[in-house]
Protein backbone atom coordinates (compact mmCIF):
# COMPACT_ATOMS: atom_id res chain seq x y z
CA UNK A 1 0.00 0.00 0.00
CA UNK A 2 1.04 3.67 -1.02
CA UNK A 3 0.41 6.62 1.35
CA UNK A 4 -0.23 9.36 -0.19
CA UNK A 5 0.19 13.57 0.91
CA UNK A 6 -1.65 16.48 -1.14
CA UNK A 7 -0.70 20.10 -0.79
CA UNK A 8 -0.92 23.39 -1.97
CA UNK A 9 -4.80 23.96 -2.33
CA UNK A 10 -6.92 26.61 -1.04
CA UNK A 11 -9.03 29.66 -1.98
CA UNK A 12 -8.03 31.60 -4.98
CA UNK A 13 -9.81 34.08 -7.71
CA UNK A 14 -11.24 33.24 -10.70
CA UNK A 15 -8.36 33.69 -13.07
CA UNK A 16 -5.44 32.74 -10.88
CA UNK A 17 -3.31 30.15 -10.30
CA UNK A 18 -2.42 27.04 -7.51
CA UNK A 19 0.11 24.18 -7.78
CA UNK A 20 -1.13 21.01 -5.79
CA UNK A 21 2.10 18.27 -5.00
CA UNK A 22 1.21 14.67 -4.17
CA UNK A 23 4.17 13.18 -2.36
CA UNK A 24 3.53 9.01 -2.20
CA UNK A 25 5.52 7.21 0.23
CA UNK A 26 5.30 3.45 0.84
CA UNK A 27 6.13 1.41 -2.68
CA UNK A 28 8.26 2.48 -5.49
CA UNK A 29 6.98 5.71 -7.02
CA UNK A 30 8.11 5.17 -10.50
CA UNK A 31 6.11 1.56 -10.61
CA UNK A 32 3.02 2.96 -11.06
CA UNK A 33 0.88 5.40 -12.92
CA UNK A 34 -0.27 8.57 -10.91
CA UNK A 35 -3.74 10.90 -11.57
CA UNK A 36 -5.49 13.71 -10.25
CA UNK A 37 -9.42 13.26 -9.70
CA UNK A 38 -11.60 15.90 -7.90
CA UNK A 39 -15.00 15.71 -6.21
CA UNK A 40 -17.66 18.65 -5.97
CA UNK A 41 -20.52 18.73 -3.51
CA UNK A 42 -23.26 16.65 -5.13
CA UNK A 43 -21.16 15.42 -7.53
CA UNK A 44 -19.30 11.78 -8.82
CA UNK A 45 -15.28 11.91 -8.68
CA UNK A 46 -14.37 12.02 -11.76
CA UNK A 47 -10.88 12.30 -13.31
CA UNK A 48 -8.87 15.36 -13.77
CA UNK A 49 -5.51 14.36 -15.24
CA UNK A 50 -3.49 11.47 -15.33
CA UNK A 51 0.55 10.61 -16.31
CA UNK A 52 2.13 7.49 -16.67
CA UNK A 53 5.61 6.02 -15.01
CA UNK A 54 7.68 7.67 -16.51
CA UNK A 55 5.72 10.79 -18.08
CA UNK A 56 5.42 9.32 -21.55
CA UNK A 57 1.53 9.11 -21.47
CA UNK A 58 -0.45 12.28 -20.39
CA UNK A 59 -4.28 12.33 -20.20
CA UNK A 60 -6.61 15.51 -19.38
CA UNK A 61 -10.21 15.63 -18.75
CA UNK A 62 -11.77 18.07 -21.77
CA UNK A 63 -12.30 20.76 -19.27
CA UNK A 64 -8.98 21.41 -18.42
CA UNK A 65 -7.65 20.71 -21.37
CA UNK A 66 -5.22 23.98 -22.27
CA UNK A 67 -5.31 25.30 -18.38
CA UNK A 68 -3.80 21.69 -16.63
CA UNK A 69 -0.57 20.78 -16.34
CA UNK A 70 0.38 17.04 -14.72
CA UNK A 71 4.00 16.46 -14.20
CA UNK A 72 6.01 14.06 -12.10
CA UNK A 73 9.35 14.02 -10.44
CA UNK A 74 10.05 10.16 -9.88
CA UNK A 75 13.20 11.38 -7.95
CA UNK A 76 11.26 13.40 -5.74
CA UNK A 77 8.61 10.56 -5.66
CA UNK A 78 6.06 13.34 -6.55
CA UNK A 79 3.32 14.17 -8.88
CA UNK A 80 2.35 18.01 -9.39
CA UNK A 81 -1.08 19.61 -10.73
CA UNK A 82 -0.72 23.16 -12.43
CA UNK A 83 -3.56 24.68 -12.84
CA UNK A 84 -3.85 27.68 -14.32
CA UNK A 85 -7.02 30.62 -15.40
CA UNK A 86 -9.14 28.68 -12.42
CA UNK A 87 -12.66 29.30 -13.07
CA UNK A 88 -15.24 28.60 -9.72
CA UNK A 89 -16.48 25.58 -11.82
CA UNK A 90 -13.23 23.78 -10.72
CA UNK A 91 -13.97 24.16 -7.17
CA UNK A 92 -13.52 20.73 -5.49
CA UNK A 93 -11.92 18.66 -3.59
CA UNK A 94 -8.84 17.42 -5.50
CA UNK A 95 -7.22 13.55 -4.76
CA UNK A 96 -4.17 12.57 -6.10
CA UNK A 97 -4.18 8.49 -6.97
CA UNK A 98 -2.22 6.27 -8.07
CA UNK A 99 -2.83 2.86 -10.30
CA UNK A 100 -0.71 0.15 -11.43
CA UNK A 101 -1.48 0.62 -15.21
CA UNK A 102 -2.70 3.43 -17.08
CA UNK A 103 -3.98 3.52 -21.43
CA UNK A 104 -2.98 6.87 -22.85
CA UNK A 105 -2.15 8.37 -19.04
CA UNK A 106 -5.96 7.93 -17.89
CA UNK A 107 -5.77 5.60 -15.02
CA UNK A 108 -7.18 2.18 -14.51
CA UNK A 109 -8.11 0.48 -11.32
CA UNK A 110 -7.13 2.89 -8.96
CA UNK A 111 -5.73 1.59 -5.70
CA UNK A 112 -5.00 4.33 -3.64
CA UNK A 113 -6.25 7.37 -2.56
CA UNK A 114 -4.44 10.70 -0.90
CA UNK A 115 -6.99 12.79 1.56
CA UNK A 116 -7.91 15.13 -0.63
CA UNK A 117 -6.94 18.55 -0.64
CA UNK A 118 -9.50 21.68 -1.09
CA UNK A 119 -9.66 24.37 -3.89
CA UNK A 120 -12.15 27.03 -3.99
CA UNK A 121 -12.44 29.49 -6.59
CA UNK A 122 -14.26 32.83 -6.08
CA UNK A 123 -15.95 34.66 -8.72
Known amino acids: QVQLVESGGGLVQAGGSLRLSCTASGRTFSSYAMGWFRQAPGLEREIVAG????????YYADSVKGRFTISRDNAKNTVYLQMNSLKPEDTAVYYC????????????????WGQGTQVTVSS
Open 51 to 58: ISRFGTNI
Open 97 to 112: ATAKTSYGGRLSNVDS
